[in-house]
Nanobody, 124 residues
Framework: QVQLIESGGGLVQAGGSLRLACAASGRTASFYAMGWFRQAPGKEREFVAV????????SYANSVKGRFTISRDNAKNMVYLQMNSLKPEDTAIYYC?????????????????WGQGTQVTVSS
C-alpha cells in the first residue's frame, strides 16, 4: 500500500514563495519517478515538474521553469517543490504523484499513485 501526503500549501501574495512537501510511505522502492501536478477550478490537471527517484533527473513545465524547483530526499521518502516568484495564475490544488515505470511525464495516466492535494492560493 502506497500513500502520498502533501503539505505546505497556503495563501501567499504574488512574488512570494512556498515550499510544498510530499511524504511517501509503503513500497517506495518500486518508484521510478515522482511528480507534481496542479489543477485550477474548471481546468484540467496539468503537469508541473517531475524527478526520477534514483538519478534525480528533473523536468519542468515551461510555465514554471526558472521559478519552481523539484527535489527529493530518498532517505526520508520525501519530495519537495520550492515555488518562488509566485503568480496569481499559479493558484491551484497541487498534487503529488508517483509512478513505477518510464512514461510520458506530462500525462497524469502515467502515474500510479496520487496524494489528496494541497491548496495554493496566490493573491495579486
Amino acid at each position: 500500500q502506497v500513500q502520498l501526503i502533501e503539505s505546505g500549501g497556503g495563501l501567499v501574495q504574488a512574488g512570494g514563495s512556498l515550499r510544498l512537501a510530499c511524504a511517501a510511505s509503503g513500497r517506495t522502492a518500486s518508484f521510478y519517478a515522482m511528480g507534481w501536478f496542479r489543477q485550477a477550478p474548471g481546468k484540467e490537471r496539468e503537469f508541473v515538474a517531475v524527478i526520477t527517484w534514483s538519478a534525480g533527473s528533473t523536468s519542468y513545465a515551461n510555465s514554471v521553469k526558472g521559478r519552481f524547483t523539484i527535489s527529493r530526499d530518498n532517505a526520508k521518502n520525501m519530495v519537495y517543490l520550492q515555488m518562488n516568484s509566485l503568480k496569481p495564475e499559479d493558484t491551484a490544488i497541487y498534487y503529488c504523484a508517483a509512478n513505477r515505470r518510464v512514461g510520458i511525464w506530462t500525462t497524469p495516466s502515467t502515474y500510479d499513485y496520487w496524494g489528496q492535494g494541497t491548496q495554493v492560493t496566490v493573491s495579486s
